[in-house]
């Protein structure tokens, strides 16, 4: 009997290969954050600009209605600061897709909310989805596009926000005349779609999950943040201090941030390097943003709060008298890019805060007999101004992260751009209590001294009076009822004058802020790269 062979060890079966990733198209993935970062912010315009015909619609009070914009700008706040963290741990893909998933249905169920509290329920939401959009873009531009495009993707950012800015009032008082309230939010359900389509194609997926953040000290952080952004949004309307609401919401947010505090000298955050914010050019280049965003308000609530309060012009005549200066505002930004290139973002910057300045120094000479055609150079200067401004204080600020190593590691990126995105939307909100603050108080004082000039018995009121009585006899009962309404359309006329006044005083105000904030550029170090060294880079 012949001896067998032992039968040989069968080798081991070789591991299936592994799947290969889907290959993207970054330039998709970018006009797929752009959607986002559109959609985002034309939905929160069109809720503020389009607020009376929401609470026209479905019945809702002055109160009701006033906190559906902060319901849903609260929840922006939230996850604004917080999304850019978790973006370390998952990367945008994972982030916005689910996101704008959300974002589409509630924004489809919003006009069909059973009752208010429904309605702020989807806002809130809503919200939560849609500030994920906005913080995510320039991250993912910085880090998708070659070096030397860099400076024609923040001029595309930059047009992409301003351009809806404009557009808002427009396209609001369009679908009020043609179409119905409804495309106030279903606007954002026919964008965030195509978004989605833009991610999927041109947006990878994350390879290796990062470092995890410690979730309670951001969300101690973020909720803070958010009530206190709802105790300045609703400040003004009840009273500041003098409102329990105002006190508790920021007595809540205050404990908030300390617990925030508190929890990072007890376990430190792995995604957060709070040293690496101790920068001069970074503290200074990030109160540009609050600048920008002070300076903006000219466009956002001061021209429109004269437009709409003194010459009484519906939402539609308010659009058309803003929105045709979005045009030549994305066509201004594609030169200032080439400008930066060739010069320097500070430069530009500086230039563009200049002619902001001029122009809302001339718009402080503002009168209640202006009208919508008298803004009109004004607002191209403004516009040119406001588009170099942007594109220079971003590059600027891109500069400076790629300088100081914000892109070495998910770490540092997320805390630049944490920070960043902080100033960008609560340093707004802080700037936007300022103006309605400062309005309102220099209405009271110019109405307290016009009306010393008022007084009733001087032969001026009088003699005005009598002027107004005569014109209204015709069209009243009698000389009772004809004194009775000259009366009143000399106290509108007062009230008018004083509100106009507080305008001006605001317009001041803006180019005062500008002119502070190139004195402090003084301060800031050179930087030792340009874009024109980048234009050479891969």
Request: a positive charge; one cysteine or more; glycine letters at 8%.
């Amino acid at each position: 009997m012949t001896e067998t062979l032992p039968e040989a060890k069968a080798a081991p079966p070789a591991p299936p290969p592994a799947p290969t990733a889907r290959s993207t198209n970054p330039y998709i993935g970018i006009l797929g954050v752009f959607l986002g970062a559109g959609a985002a912010t034309l939905n929160s315009r069109l809720i503020s600009v389009g607020l009376a015909d929401i609470r026209g619609a479905l019945g809702y009070g002055f109160d009701e209605g006033s906190w559906l914009p902060t319901a849903l700008n609260m929840a922006m706040m939230f996850s604004g600061v917080f999304v850019v963290f978790v973006n370390s741990l998952y990367g945008q893909r994972r982030i916005l897709l689910p996101a704008a998933a959300v974002f589409t249905v509630t924004s489809v169920l919003l006009p069909f909310a059973p009752n208010y509290w429904t309605m702020v329920a989807l806002l809130v939401v809503a919200g939560v989805a849609s500030g994920t959009f906005y913080s995510l873009t320039l991250t993912f531009v910085l880090t998708a596009l070659p070096k030397r495009l860099i400076i024609f993707g923040i001029a595309a950012y930059a047009a992409d926000i301003v351009f809806v800015s404009n557009f808002a009032s427009l396209l609001e008082g369009w679908y009020i005349e043609r179409l119905s309230w409804h495309w106030i939010f279903w606007t954002a359900a026919v964008l965030t779609p195509l978004m989605m389509i833009g991610v999927y194609f041109g947006v990878p997926r994350r390879q290796q999950p990062g470092p995890r953040p410690n979730w309670y000290g951001f969300a101690y952080f973020s909720l803070g943040l958010a009530l206190l952004y709802a105790a300045l949004d609703q400040g003004e309307r009840l009273d500041w201090l003098h409102s329990g609401t105002i006190v508790a919401m920021s007595a809540a947010g205050l404990f908030l941030l300390g617990a925030t505090v508190v929890r990072r000298l007890r376990q430190p955050n792995p995604t957060l390097v709070l040293s690496f914010l101790n920068r001069r050019n970074t503290i200074i280049l990030a109160l540009s943003i609050f600048v920008f965003k002070f300076v903006h308000l000219a466009t956002i609530i001061l021209v429109p709060g004269f437009l709409g309060n003194i010459r009484q012009y519906r939402s539609l005549e308010t659009g058309h008298a803003l929105a045709w200066v979005a045009v030549p505002m994305f066509a201004v930004v594609w030169l200032v890019a080439v400008l930066v290139v060739h010069t320097s973002s500070r430069l530009v910057l500086s230039a563009g805060l200049t002619t902001v300045a001029v122009a809302v120094w001339i718009c402080g000479h503002v009168d209640s007999s202006w009208a919508g055609n008298n803004f009109e150079l004004v607002e191209l200067l403004l516009a040119t101004g406001l588009a170099a401004t942007y594109v220079g204080l971003v590059g600027s600020i891109v500069l400076e992260g790629l300088e100081a190593g914000a892109l070495a590691s998910p770490t540092n990126a997320a805390t630049f751009a944490g920070f960043m995105h902080f100033i960008r939307i609560f340093g707004g909100q802080v700037g936007v209590a300022v103006m309605t603050r400062f309005i309102s108080v220099r209405e009271r004082y110019h109405s307290n001294l016009l009306g010393l000039h008022v007084d009733a018995g001087s032969w001026l009121t009088d003699e005005r009076l009598r002027m107004l009585t005569g014109g209204l006899l015709p069209g009243s009962t009698g000389p009772e009822e004809a004194h009775a309404r000259a009366v009143g359309i000399l106290s509108q006329q007062v009230r008018a004058q004083a509100y106009t006044l507080s305008i001006a005083d605001g317009f001041t105000l803006a180019a005062w802020m500008a002119v502070a904030y190139l004195l402090l550029m003084v301060f800031l170090r050179a930087n030792k790269i340009s874009y024109g060294q980048l234009r050479n880079m891969q």
